[in-house]
């Protein structure tokens, strides 16, 4: 009996050491107990991904029937014998292999991904898009092969049906996602119009998804397809003027078409609540240039005058900030220095002229280098790009 019971020990000793290591070296775990069908199976899928093989007498195929033998429910030998049979051209073999897998587990990714590939060849979205949805569910890698060919579909209507009736029951992956389809850049028209009809069937979609879908057309100089969009959340918005001028919105996700502040992180600009307004903020160290804050514009062609007030900005004229509207393509339509806050009670104003050819602008504050020990520091409490002629009574 104690004989017995030290073997018995053994074996559940090595078995146990056997799964806990077969996730990182199924090899060593196969050699401790090779009579474990999962643990042969995965030491079989690692032999084929080190070395696909189509011959039937390999050693992947060899350990996979070994698994199958000690455990026919080893669906990781069968994904093994069945990417075997579709390199040999048995298409029919590795119909029969993945389905059987499939209806033996929802986790195992790779027939999952057969399932939706015959769906595609039959033409059934819904199919597809239901082992999709199988596979985001149980998979944790799924996400990463399967968000970029579901975010190219999105261009088509049929496919953002099914796709929304899925995300009405709020999946695990749904906000995954659509944070990618909105960042990714891959189908950003087909995003679009995946939040459009979403909206209508009461899939929320937050601002700060709509500001990065704004800001990846932007990028891809898509630029109507961006205002188009931009005016969909954004309704008050004017095409012929700058936006914000009182720096009011508070909000950390910003589109191209907001008021953003530039990237370096050592000019310290920042948009700051100022009652109901709000206000920038820059404190710019010695020595030290660059954009401090921008907004896209797609003006008409024509005059324009940026007006505005600032506070706290003393320094010689060298080294003021300086406005710039800036063409898509590079050119500018003009600069003017921004004039200290003890001038004119603060206020500024300056022009500039839209060339015909210039669809998209950029306006922008760009701090110049000091050789002032405190650096530039100054605020700036309100900024509006408008028509150089308003109609009469108009306000800019």
């Not at 909105?182 to 069937?201: D, M, N, W, Y």
């Not at 907001?258 to 160290?285: E, Q, S, T, Y």
Request: aromatic share 8%; with cysteine.
């Amino acid at each position: 009996m104690a004989f017995g019971a030290l073997v018995l020990g053994y074996f559940s000793t090595a078995h146990s050491l056997a799964s806990a290591i077969a996730k990182v070296d199924p090899a060593t775990a196969y050699a401790i107990a090779p009579g474990n069908g999962v643990i042969a199976a995965k030491y079989a899928q690692e032999a084929f991904t080190i070395a696909p093989t189509m011959e039937a007498n390999s050693k992947p195929a060899d350990l996979a029937r070994r698994a199958l033998l000690a455990d026919p429910t080893a669906v990781e030998a069968l994904t093994v014998l069945g990417f075997q049979a579709q390199l040999r051209g048995e298409v029919a073999r590795a119909d029969r292999i993945f389905s059987y897998s499939t209806a033996l587990s929802r986790r195992e990714l790779r027939p999952r991904i057969w399932a939706i590939e015959k769906a595609v060849d039959r033409g059934d979205v819904a199919d597809a898009l239901r082992n999709y949805d199988i596979a985001l569910r149980t998979s944790n890698s799924a996400a990463r092969d399967l968000y970029p060919t579901l975010a190219a579909a999105l261009s088509e209507p049929r496919i953002r049906a099914d796709l929304l009736t899925i995300l009405a029951d709020d999946p695990v992956w749904g906000d995954s996602f659509l944070a990618y389809a909105a960042t990714s850049g891959v189908e950003p028209e087909g995003a679009v119009a995946l939040f459009r009809e979403g909206r209508k069937v009461g899939l929320e979609v937050g601002d700060d998804l709509g500001s990065a879908l704004v800001n990846v057309l932007v990028s891809q100089n898509k630029f109507e397809n961006a205002w188009a969009y931009y005016k969909s959340f954004r309704p008050q918005a004017q095409r012929n003027r700058s936006r914000d001028p009182g720096f009011a919105m508070q909000a950390n996700d910003r589109a191209a078409f907001d008021w953003r502040v530039g990237h370096d992180a050592r000019l310290g600009a920042a948009i700051l609540r100022n009652g109901k307004d709000g206000l920038l903020d820059f404190a710019v160290p010695p020595s030290t240039g660059g954009q401090l804050v921008s907004q896209t514009q797609l003006l008409p062609a024509g005059k324009y005058r940026l007006v505005g007030r600032s506070s706290g900005l003393d320094q010689p004229r060298t080294s003021r900030p300086y406005w710039v509207l800036t063409c898509s393509d590079g050119r500018e339509m003009g600069r003017f220095s921004m004039p200290n806050s003890d001038e004119r009670g603060g206020r500024f104003a300056g022009q500039f002229t839209v060339a015909q050819d210039c669809d998209a602008q950029t306006l922008s504050l760009v701090a110049r280098a000091s050789d002032d020990i405190m650096g530039v520091t100054g605020q700036i409490l309100q900024a509006q790009l408008v028509p150089a002629q308003l109609p009469e009574g108009s306000q800019p």
